[in-house]
């Protein structure tokens, strides 16, 4: 496959609600979309990197550079390309794992729409529809994210991830429990605890929580380990992953028991996959997380999550849950679950009125 023209769309898309996390509030979504033509069909791929450096250390504005600078020039130089040499021609970049997962997941969506083949094919789902669930934000109040969790308990999901941070945690988790004693629930710290918190954090023992992700820093497993050892609830690690060897060192050290897998911060689809096999092989949960993507990076997610191995609802809530309205066809939730899309590549295509709805620019990267 040859690559004829790649642009940059950038966009922001408000937030129905603020989205906080331990690591800040957020009101939109600062967008970044790989657009490539190529002579087999064009392809979409979304950077999950976020506004600032606050989830981890790539934000979007770098990734754009980077992009433009060095990995869509590094593949348009190959005469011939294929999905699965997108990361051999741009691995001389050191990190910006997001853009390098946007640049891949261009290059497939235009192979898959030149075979007519779905990316859950391709990458060797098993399923039409995936479980999901719904991750609730830091509130003012404990009646104010009990009234969140009531919302999505309407809409269907039967699984609810909770936001914690040192200052809210045991006690707004234990009102949620006690309000919703059936409800699959689970919190997320984002590595906001120091490790003088693990006995603090070992009353989240008592609350039936199906895991507890990332509660230290992300080059801590030692703390994650310790914990683990304290607590009869599952460790799970987000920050800490990020190649299937890190996979291997935190499973080795008994630091998590189940694994969160992000397109955007392994880096790439491909990369994703191989963690699946690696964590199946070895009998470990994965489950997919999300970084508020628009339709498109939600499409990869949601073709990635209809692999067998994973076993937990995926963070991947309707479109709505975020949204006014998507960029892409909207993701809609029923009974907790979601529809994977069978078209061609993502299985999802750009809506150009909703992109200059929300002011997309598009820089045209490559020549024509
Ligand atoms: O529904 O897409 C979603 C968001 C799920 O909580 C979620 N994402 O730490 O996992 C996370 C968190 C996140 C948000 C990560 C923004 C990075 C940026």
């Known amino acids: 496959m040859r690559i004829e023209a790649a642009e940059i769309v950038r966009l922001s898309m408000p937030l129905v609600r603020p989205f906080r996390t331990s690591f800040g509030a957020q009101s939109h979504r600062d967008v970044l979309l790989v657009h490539l033509l190529t002579d087999v069909g064009e392809g979409w791929g979304e950077c999950a990197a976020h506004e600032g450096p606050f989830y981890n250390d ?13 990995m869509l020039p590094a593949v348009f130089e190959m005469s011939d390309i294929s999905g699965s040499e997108v990361a051999t021609a741009i691995g001389h970049v050191k990190g910006y794992a997001a853009a390098k997962a946007a640049t891949e997941m261009a290059v497939i969506d235009a192979e898959l729409h030149g075979e007519g083949r779905s990316l859950a094919d391709y990458l060797g789902g098993d399923r039409d529809r995936v479980e999901v669930g719904v991750s609730v934000g830091i509130t003012d109040s404990i009646p104010q994210l ?29 009102a949620v429990r006690q309000q919703f004693k059936d409800l699959a629930l689970q919190v997320d710290a984002n590595a906001s605890y120091s490790p003088t918190a693990i006995g603090h954090l070992t009353q989240l023992d008592r609350l039936d929580l199906l895991m507890i992700e990332q509660p230290f820093a992300a080059d801590d497993l030692g703390a994650h380990a310790q914990l683990s050892s304290l607590i009869s609830t599952p460790i799970c690690l987000d920050e800490s992953i990020l190649s299937t060897r890190s996979v291997i060192t935190a499973l080795d050290s008994g630091a998590c028991s189940i694994v969160n897998i992000k397109v955007g911060r392994v880096g790439g689809l491909l990369e994703a996959k191989r963690i699946h096999d690696l964590c199946r092989s070895r009998n470990v949960d994965v489950w997919c997380g999300g970084m508020l993507e628009t339709g498109i990076g939600r499409a990869a997610n ?8 994973f076993t937990y609802p995926g963070d991947i809530s ?41 002011g997309a620019v598009r820089r045209a990267i490559l020549p024509l």
């Open 146 to 174: 009990l009234e969140a969790v009531r919302g999505y308990v309407d809409q269907s999901y039967r699984r609810v991830k909770l936001k914690i941070e040192p200052g809210w945690d045991i006690e707004p988790v234990r």
């Open 318 to 358: 309707g479109s709505d849950r975020y949204f006014e309205f998507d960029i892409t066809e909207p993701f809609v939730v029923h009974d907790s679950e979601i529809d994977v899309p069978t078209g061609p590549g993502l299985g999802v295509s750009v809506n150009e009125a909703a992109l200059a709805e929300y």
């Open 302 to 309: 949601v073709a990635l999550a209809s692999l067998p191995g």
């Open 58 to 70: 790539e934000f979007v504005d770098a990734s754009d550079i980077v992009l433009e600078r060095w």
